[in-house]
């Protein structure tokens, strides 16, 4: 019977996907800070569930970059050196450039309305303090950008660029420069309206470089999170 309840667990994608979900925005959020480990055994007593089920779902965040799975060390969250945070948002600038170019020649007021009633999601969210879905926003601006051209390549592209990027900005960027990236993505959108794609590839330049001069990866790492404390109610299991 034990056996049977096992293997009942270990197959239940709605418990999985909500401690993925759980675990996502604690990162998201800044509760989970660079570097922070994330013990298997710990993770499974927070959530009631067997270490399989949070090694499945830390292998997921792996594969999707949010989090570094280290030989013989185990799971940790992302914690970015300088010039890697530099050479994704090289690659963010030089995709984006190209995206919007593009863009400007297939645009319609079908898109533009899309694109303003994110902006609209992004500054309610941004004005309420919710830190995650103000992260989780901010990487989505770019991806209806990309979306737009129905070129799956590039959105595939730029998808894995935000899995990163976002971390970035969760673990290393103060929570109160949120609305920031509201009024950049804005006047990147006006750009658009306008049809001058070089001041939206100018516009998307310098908020980049922005995004990435607000990290601070200087800042010392405070002790290490209380585990049950983030998880300790989790809606999983």
Known sequence: MSGHSERKAKADPAADEAIYQAITRAILEGRLKAGTKLAEHRIAECFG????????VLHRLGAERRIEIVPNRGARVARPTEAEIRAVYDAHRVLEAGVLMQL??????????RL????EEERAAAL???RAASVRLSGAFHIHLVD???NAELSHFLRDLLSRSSVMVSVYEP??????????????VEALRQRDAGRAVELS???FLHVEQRLRIDVEPGPPPDLRAIFGNPQAG
């Open 148 to 150: 737009a051209l129905g």
């Open 104 to 113: 400007v020649r297939v645009l319609d007021d079908a898109i533009l309305a």
């Open 116 to 119: 303003d009633r994110h902006l």
């Open 205 to 207: 330049r310098h908020h």
């Open 49 to 56: 569930v067997s270490r399989e089920r949070i090694r499945k």
């Open 128 to 130: 309420r303090g919710d």
């Open 175 to 188: 929570a109160s420069q949120s609305i920031c990236a509201v009024d950049e993505h804005g006047a990147i």
